[in-house]
Every structure is written in C-alpha cells, then in structure tokens.
C-alpha cells in the first residue's frame, strides 16, 4: 500500500520554467486510459519491458544484485521517476524491489498513479510536484528516470540539469526520448500519430525531439559522464520493441555522476 497523501496531491501543482502547460493538459486528460493497453498509451505499453529489461540490466551492473533476492533486484536502490504520468514505470520498477519516488506536475495523473499501485499493493511516493521544487529541497537518489519527458519540456538543457542535481554522486541518470532526424519524423509523427494512430495526433512536436550528441552535452555540463546508450526500434511483423544500434527514432541514455 502507499503512504498517506502527500503535499500537493490536492492542489494546483506548481508552476516551473521546464512545464509546457499545453503538453501538460494533453497528457492530463488520459485519465484512468493511463492503464488501457489497448487504450491511447498502448505503444508505450509495448515498449514498456524493453526500456524496463535496459534500467533494470544497467542498474544491476552498476550497483549489483542484493544476495537472496532473485525477483527483488532493485532493493535498497532510491529511484526517482520524473514525469511518472499513471505509473507504467514506476510500478513495474517498485515490483523489482526499487524504493520508488514518482513525481508528475499533473495533481490528476498522481491521482490515478497513486489509486492504480493502492490497488495493487505496491508502495510508492507519489507526489504532484516539479523536477525543480524537489531539487530545491536537496533531495538525492540513488537513480533517476527521465523516460520520455524530455520532448515535452520546455527548457530540455535547463530540465537536465535539474534532474542531474536529483542524482546523488555514483548515481545513474536515464533518459529516454526521440531523435531529430528526417526517419524520426517519418516514423514517430507520420507514421504513429496520422497512420497507425497509436497516439493523439499533435501528442509530438519534431521540432521538440533531441539529437543524442545535444542530450550528452547537456548530461556532461551538468556534471554527469554518460556511459552507456541503446536505440529501441519497433518490429511490425512481431509488434514487437527490441534494442538496437539504431538511434536515429527513439533512443536511450544512461550517465553517472563520478564520486
């Protein structure tokens, strides 16, 4: 079960430099659809174990595997999921034993994460504030998750580096988000919004997406070291994600702050 409700969780959210608030609404008024694998999310629901078998391999190289605990191999990590939306990563990650804080701009999307994992038994902090007010109280993870926010943002450069100030020293930072290129534009925007309607037409902004070479560069002036990358593409024929050397659609990133 969760802990009891948490500041903010009722209210306005608050304001930051990095929220879009016309991306903010959109994805507000999914709602309980958040969890409809057949529903407007369903593409993320497919690439859902993917990204998670990537965090979940990468961590345990990092900070290895607790003894006796062959399901639970996240234990005694701290994670923080920025933009956590409904919860589709944040629970699966608590389920492998991570201590998970979510967080989401969005009082309705905490609302219906926070209902979604009560029902489950799944403990995680979920909270209705900013990448920013949290920084600004010193708080440290061990990891955090920036996955598929990035594009979203308003300020990417200055919303990196507030997440990087979330991560302790010998923590990891994830992010994942869409590549700028003419094939991202095909795929990602032609492609999943206007053809196959697997999202909202207008849910991604081309001009929005992030060249890896621009993401590393605002990793390493905020002081983090990326040490670890993967593409992600999708098989029609198996409707299926898989990694891959191909970064040019959708990509992932990790990066560690030296000790």
Same mark, same amino acid.
């Given at each position: 079960? =969760?802990?009891? #409700?948490?500041?903010? %969780?009722?209210?306005? /959210?608050?304001?930051?430099?990095?929220?879009? #608030?016309?991306?903010?609404? #959109?994805?507000?008024?999914?709602?309980?659809?958040?969890?409809?694998?057949? &529903?407007?999310?369903?593409?993320? *629901?497919?690439?859902?174990?993917?990204?998670?078998?990537? !965090?979940?391999?990468?961590?345990?190289? *990092?900070?290895?595997?607790?003894?006796?605990?062959?399901?639970?191999?996240? $234990?005694?990590?701290?994670?923080?999921?920025?933009?956590?939306?409904? +919860?589709?990563?944040?629970?699966?990650?608590?389920?492998?034993?991570?201590?998970?804080?979510?967080?989401?701009?969005?009082? +309705?999307?905490?609302?219906?994460?926070? *209902?979604?994992?009560? %029902? &489950?038994?799944?403990?995680?902090?979920?909270?209705?504030?900013?990448?920013?007010?949290?920084?600004? %109280? &010193?708080?440290?993870?061990?990891?955090?998750?920036?996955?598929?926010?990035?594009? *979203?943002?308003?300020?990417?450069?200055?919303?990196?580096?507030?997440?990087?100030? !979330? =991560?302790?020293?010998?923590?990891?930072?994830? $992010?994942?988000?869409?590549?700028?290129?003419?094939?991202?534009?095909? @795929? $990602?925007?032609? &492609?999943?919004?206007?053809?196959?309607?697997?999202?909202?037409?207008?849910?991604?902004?081309?001009?929005?997406?992030?060249?890896?070479?621009?993401?590393?560069?605002?990793?390493?002036? /905020? +002081? @983090?070291? =990326?040490? /670890?990358?993967?593409? =992600?593409?999708?098989?029609?024929?198996?409707?299926?994600?898989?990694? %891959?050397?191909?970064?040019?659609?959708?990509?992932?990133?990790? /990066?560690?702050?030296?000790?």
């Amino acid at each position: 079960m =969760v802990s009891g #409700q948490k500041a903010g %969780s009722s209210g306005v /959210a608050p304001r930051a430099a990095s929220i879009d #608030q016309r991306e903010l609404d #959109q994805f507000e008024r999914l709602g309980a659809d958040w969890w409809r694998a057949d &529903g407007p999310m369903a593409a993320l *629901h497919k690439f859902n174990p993917t990204r998670i078998r990537w !965090l979940r391999d990468r961590m345990t190289e *990092h900070f290895g595997k607790p003894e006796g605990e062959p399901i639970r191999v996240l $234990a005694n990590i701290r994670l923080l999921d920025i933009g956590c939306g409904g +919860g589709l990563l944040s629970e699966p990650l608590a389920r492998l034993g991570a201590q998970v804080t979510g967080i989401d701009p969005a009082p +309705g999307n905490v609302d219906i994460a926070r *209902h979604h994992a009560e %029902s &489950g038994g799944i403990a995680i902090d979920y909270r209705a504030v900013t990448a920013e007010d949290l920084a600004a %109280s &010193g708080a440290e993870f061990d990891v955090v998750c920036a996955m598929e926010v990035i594009e *979203h943002v308003v300020d990417p450069a200055a919303f990196i580096g507030v997440a990087a100030k !979330l =991560v302790r020293p010998g923590g990891l930072l994830f $992010a994942a988000t869409l590549n700028r290129t003419l094939k991202s534009f095909a @795929l $990602a925007i032609v &492609g999943a919004e206007y053809v196959l309607r697997w999202v909202e037409p207008g849910t991604h902004q081309w001009e929005k997406f992030i060249k890896p070479v621009e993401l590393e560069d605002w990793l390493y002036d /905020a +002081g @983090l070291d =990326v040490t /670890a990358r993967t593409g =992600v593409v999708y098989n029609p024929l198996r409707d299926t994600w898989s990694e %891959s050397r191909d970064m040019d659609v959708n990509y992932m990133l990790m /990066a560690e702050r030296p000790v």
